[in-house]
């Protein structure tokens, strides 16, 4: 079974500054999906940043990037120019790719971000 | 995106009773949803995975006659939580999978007291 590990319980930055937020995954397959996810205190979960495995090209959503380092089983959340609104926490999920039927996300134990006025 | 509304926000129950969860997808069909449960400061942990005209699928540990699923249709599967014990207090959440099967889209949680 596919286990993800997210090695830091809580992380702060300054605002304006860079912070980086780490994840490891275990898993036997060679195609899968990667996802980091936000949960703001109103614990709606959204979407931040989603890798594609087959794709060597790290994913970019504006402030949002990914380092996805496919052979040590890496994805790293790296986020610029922090936020006030960026506090919240933020979990790794990996997901299977689909074949004929549907996967679940498993999800790491989360990372807890605090930005600093 | 992709809309999934989940049903009530909050609801407090009194122990023995039961307590029945929505997750509706609003724009798109969903074939199968999942149901996950978050106890507070933890990560989400899949409960069932629930399928269209079919029974649902439960991970290991979860009761199936105490949490029951219904899929009825494309776009709408529900969480019973039958006789609610102070136990199963819990953040409820479920998700979609979208019209292209890559992505999951989750409704808004449910916070359940049971006193």
Not at chain 1, 8 to 20: F, G, I, N, Y
Not at chain 2, 72 to 92: K, M
């Amino acid at each position: 079974a596919q286990t993800v590990t997210q090695s830091q319980p809580e992380m702060s930055v300054q605002e304006a500054e860079t912070v980086t937020l780490s994840c490891t995954y275990d898993t036997s397959e060679s195609d899968y999906y990667l996802f980091w996810y936000k949960q703001p205190p109103s614990r709606q979960m959204i979407l931040v940043i989603r890798q594609e495995a087959y794709k060597q090209q790290n994913a970019t959503e504006n402030r949002f990037s990914v380092n996805f380092q496919k052979a040590a089983k890496s994805f790293s959340l790296k986020i610029s120019d922090s936020q006030l609104g960026d506090a919240a926490m933020y979990f790794c999920a990996y997901r299977s790719t689909p074949q004929g039927g549907s996967e679940k996300l498993v999800f790491g134990k989360g990372t807890k971000l605090t930005v600093n006025p | 995106g992709a809309v999934v509304s989940q049903h009530p926000s909050w609801v407090i129950c009194k122990s023995g009773t039961s307590v029945k969860i929505e997750c509706r997808s609003l724009d798109f069909q969903a074939t199968t949803m999942f149901w996950y449960r978050q106890f507070p400061k933890q990560s989400l942990m899949l409960m069932a995975t629930s399928n269209e005209g079919s029974k649902a699928t439960y991970e290991q540990g979860v009761e199936k006659d105490k949490f029951l699923i219904n899929h009825a249709s494309l776009t709408l599967s529900t969480l019973t939580v039958t006789s609610a014990h102070p136990e199963d207090s819990s953040f409820y959440i479920c998700s979609a999978e979208g019209p292209t099967n890559e992505k999951l889209f989750f409704g808004s949680g449910t916070q359940l007291s049971v006193l």
